[in-house]
């Protein structure tokens, strides 16, 4: 199965590229990732390849902020040169699903797509993980870092700013 998640962000393509490209900070980003471990770093110098726990909140009930955690572990790396992310989920029940983010130019700023291939043993699987976590997880992801992208290119082009 093979579903996708996109949104167009008013920020430039490296802007979005940086705020996501670290997942170690995502728990400090993102309000639905509860921790981000990594287990162990594949590679020596520059966009080294980690193999990370990550736990996420499903919301259930957003209002009262209940959610259900969802665990996974992945190996994670970046593409710079491509703008991309790559993950590829190690063992449990998302074994070998594979994820890649696009970060691509727009005239009007960014289009990041997040494209989750999975193919389980039992094929209806796919589409229960899917509906319940994948595309609910991956949607509330891209709001927030389009959020932060947009407010941050937002106070940097600000004729406030000292900086523009």
Known sequence: MRSTTSVDVAAPPA???????????????????????VEERLGDVGDVAVVARMVARRSLVPLLGIGLPVAWRSRAWSEPESLRLRFVHRGGATNGMDVTWRI??????????IEHVFRPRLRPWAHVVDALFTRPISRRTLATFKAIAEAVESARTSPTNPLS
Do not use: N
Not at 20 to 37: E, K
Not at 104 to 113: F, K, L, S, W, Y
């Open 15 to 37: 802007l979005v590229f940086a705020l996501a490209r670290d997942i170690t900070r995502w728990p400090q980003l993102l309000p639905h990732y509860v921790r981000v471990d």
């Open 104 to 113: 691509e130019p727009t005239a009007e700023g960014t289009h990041v797509e």
